[in-house]
């Protein structure tokens, strides 16, 4: 596994392609968080309050949220910095001057993207599958 130094003394991992420092993780984490407990909360108050099955859908949004922060900080990249070819190693945002290493960071922001869709879409389903009352 390669490493490479920052000028701000941080060993980032090329092969893992990471762009964001300890507290951007921090960041990403609580949004991710936050996000996640308001998904749930609005999951159980749908199906207490006997919302329409179609409406309950609009619990992917949230969940999707909290999967995008969750992933980001767990995978040490930022889908937006990636997607302009930008590091943020808690220093301020510098653009990321290896090519190869900008492209692996935008193909692993995709990768972050598609599996907080896929958990989103999963969790998403299993609200909509629960009963229209469940206190009956």
Partial sequence: MTTKATKFGEATDVGGAANIGPRERAKR???GIVALVCGVGLAF???VLEAPRWSRALVFFPVWLA???MFQARERTCIALAARGRCNFDAGEEAVADA???AR???KAKGITRRAVVVAAIITTV?????DSMLK
Avoid: K, S, T, Y
């Fill in 29 to 31: 984490r609580v949004m």
């Fill in 45 to 47: 108050l749908m199906v």
């Fill in 67 to 69: 999967g995008l922060g």
């Fill in 100 to 102: 190869a290493l900008a």
């Fill in 105 to 107: 960071l935008r193909e």
């Fill in 127 to 131: 609200v909509l599958l629960f009963p």
